[in-house]
Nanobody, 118 residues
Framework: EARLMESGGGSVQSGGSLRLSCAAA????????MAWFRQAPGNEREEIAR???????HYAESVKGRFTISQDSTKSTLYLQMYALKPEDTAMYLC????????????WGQGTQVTVSS
């Protein structure tokens, strides 16, 4: 059973930075593709960054150039480095696991809150 646990969220001022982490079970981490999503109240959940097993990455236009997704196989951990944060980035951030790498997510973390003030 895959278990995902996010951490690293918090409250920062506009222009600040945060690094989010998502710890996963080693078996699922090495076999899967993973992504970061975010959701704010009243908004739809959106995929903002994805990393595939060939290490290719994809970003939403809203975060491209500011956010970087990466992974550490030795720690079975996914990261999201966030720079130049804006109030519009305020949301619950969740990591997700796509076990078959077919863009269908099978497991979700509970999320970590990011709040950016002006």
């Amino acid at each position: 059973e895959a278990r995902l646990m996010e951490s690293g969220g918090g409250s920062v001022q506009s222009g600040g930075s945060l690094r989010l982490s998502c710890a996963a079970a080693g078996y699922w981490f090495k076999s899967s593709c993973m992504a970061w999503f975010r959701q704010a109240p009243g908004n739809e959940r959106e995929e903002i960054a994805r990393i595939n097993r060939d290490d290719s990455t994809h970003y939403a236009e809203s975060v491209k150039g500011r956010f970087t997704i990466s992974q550490d196989s030795t720690k079975s951990t996914l990261y999201l480095q966030m720079y130049a944060l804006k109030p519009e980035d305020t949301a619950m951030y969740l990591c997700a696991l796509d076990v078959f790498c077919n863009n269908q997510y099978n497991w979700w973390g509970q999320g970590t809150q990011v709040t950016v003030s002006s």
